[in-house]
């Protein structure tokens, strides 16, 4: 069974950093993609940030103007996102998101919730 | 960036109905490259269809997408209780992936 376990998220004051992890299991993480996406409070869905089976090729979302970094340790079958300079409209729950070969999600995490608040 | 418009906001439709959701693109997208989903309160999104018309392993098949260009549809051919929630399309281009505002499908 595909699992995939956020954690790390939390309150934060703006302008702090913080790390979310990503634990996949029941799958051969380094096969595939993973990506994480976004969802603000009462809001719709947005793409973050995404990565290459072998960190190869990383990418992200033009709205975050290089605040956030997307790593993986196929070692330990984790995914990470370092975010950087955090704003108070960074604030919703973070997913992390098993790529498939055409380029859709298959399975998704319950997701990190992260507030940036003073 | 390709911007994806979903219609309509939301649908009110009984069970037995058919429903019919829009994703309309501001360019042309690969139909290999856009998917459908659905979320449910407090609940992660599930993948419907992928490459534009392929089911995902377990969706029943009164879900059907079709489409091409700018110009996507999801169709639940008759409705069950338990399809009333949030539906999303997703494209992918040029590294970047977008997603549709998403359509709430309620029941009347």
């Known amino acids: 069974e595909v699992q995939l376990v956020e954690s790390g998220g939390g309150l934060v004051q703006p302008g702090r950093s913080l790390r979310l992890s990503c634990a996949a299991s029941g799958f051969t993480f380094d096969d595939y993609a993973m990506n994480w996406v976004r969802q603000a409070p009462g809001k719709g869905l947005e793409w973050v940030s995404g990565?290459?089976?072998?960190?190869?090729?990383?990418d992200y979302a033009d709205s975050l103007k290089g605040r956030f970094t997307i790593s993986r340790d196929n070692a330990k079958n984790s995914l990470y996102l370092q975010m950087n300079s955090l704003r108070a409209e960074d604030t919703a729950l973070y997913y992390c998101?098993?790529?498939?070969?055409?380029?859709?999600?298959?399975?998704w995490g319950q997701g990190t919730l992260v507030t940036v608040s003073s | 960036e390709i911007v994806l418009t979903q219609s309509p906001g939301t649908l009110s439709l009984s069970p037995g109905e058919r429903a019919t959701l829009s994703c309309r693109a501001s360019q042309s997208v690969s139909s290999s490259y856009l998917a459908w989903y659905q979320q449910k309160p407090g609940q992660a999104p599930r993948l419907l269809i992928y490459g534009a018309s392929s089911r995902a392993t377990g969706i029943p098949d009164r879900f059907s997408g079709s489409g091409s260009g700018t110009d996507f549809t999801l169709t639940i051919s008759r409705l069950e209780p338990e399809d009333f929630a949030v539906y999303y399309c997703?494209?992918?281009?040029?590294?970047?992936?977008?997603f549709g505002q998403g359509t709430k499908l309620q029941s009347k």
């Open positions: 997703q494209q992918y281009d040029s590294s970047l992936y977008t």
């Open positions: 998101a098993k790529g498939t070969r055409w380029l859709a999600f298959d399975y």
């Open positions: 990565i290459s089976w072998n960190s190869g090729s990383t």
